[in-house]
């Protein structure tokens, strides 16, 4: 079955520094991979996704991730942390059955002045 | 402007009570879906359907009921039944079955039970 494991549930970046969120899946078939932004009391919106075309996967607001296979990790990075960035992220897997995505629990982003 | 609209942002209910919240979309989506989030939990699968006069349970369906009598709207009612109904709904959509795409998020409701 798949599944999805963020670790952190909380990380605390300065504003101008690396982000690194981290994504780890399973899956028994080659999985389509999702990172969501969801800030508070909102719905959530899609940052990027990797659908097998290329293992780095740019999305909005100058995240991108790459898929590793051989270590099943999906990773959201972006080079400089701002303030705006402070939100819920979400990575989600899909193996195409039923249309089902499954959600990791979240990590939520501190941006430090 | 395509999109999923849910209404109201806001409800509260007494306990007791059965509560309808609503899901639109005008994204002609065949695959519509309704999630509970928790803090610290994610979002757990409700209902999902995908295709119109069909729908499936998901993970925690218990204490919940859906419709699906047009294709753009998925009503979710959260019955007597369901024992700890305060938390953050979310509706969503996705273009069809058998597609490996990405589901496209309302703005949320929020239920409290007083």
């Known amino acids: 079955a798949q599944s999805v494991t963020q670790l952190g549930s909380h990380v605390s970046v300065s504003e101008g520094a690396l982000v690194l969120l981290r994504c780890n899946y399973s899956?028994?078939?080659?999985?389509?991979l999702f990172w969501y932004v969801q800030y508070p009391n909102q719905g959530l919106q899609l940052l990027l996704k990797?659908?097998?075309?290329?293992?780095l996967v740019k999305g909005i607001n100058g995240f991108e991730a790459e898929f590793k296979k051989s270590e099943t990790s999906f990773h959201l990075t972006k080079p400089s942390a701002h303030m705006s960035d402070a939100a819920e992220y979400f990575c989600a897997v899909s193996e195409g059955r039923d249309d089902k995505i499954i959600f990791g629990k979240g990590t939520r982003l501190h941006i430090l002045p | 402007d395509g999109g999923i609209t849910q209404s109201p942002k806001y409800l509260f209910r007494k306990e007791g009570q059965n509560v309808t919240l609503s899901c639109e979309q005008n994204l002609n989506h065949d695959a519509m879906y309704w999630y509970r989030q928790d803090p610290g939990q994610g979002l757990r699968l409700i209902y999902y359907s995908q295709i119109v006069n069909d729908f499936q349970k998901g993970d925690i369906a218990e204490g919940y009921s859906v419709s699906r009598e047009k294709k753009e709207s998925f009503p979710l009612t959260v019955t007597s039944a369901q024992k700890n109904p305060t938390a953050f709904y979310l509706c969503a959509s996705s273009i069809g079955a058998g597609v490996y795409n990405e589901q496209f998020f309302g703005p949320g409701t929020r239920l409290t039970v007083l």
């Open positions: 990797y659908t097998s075309a290329a293992t």
């Open positions: 899956s028994s078939v080659p999985p389509y």
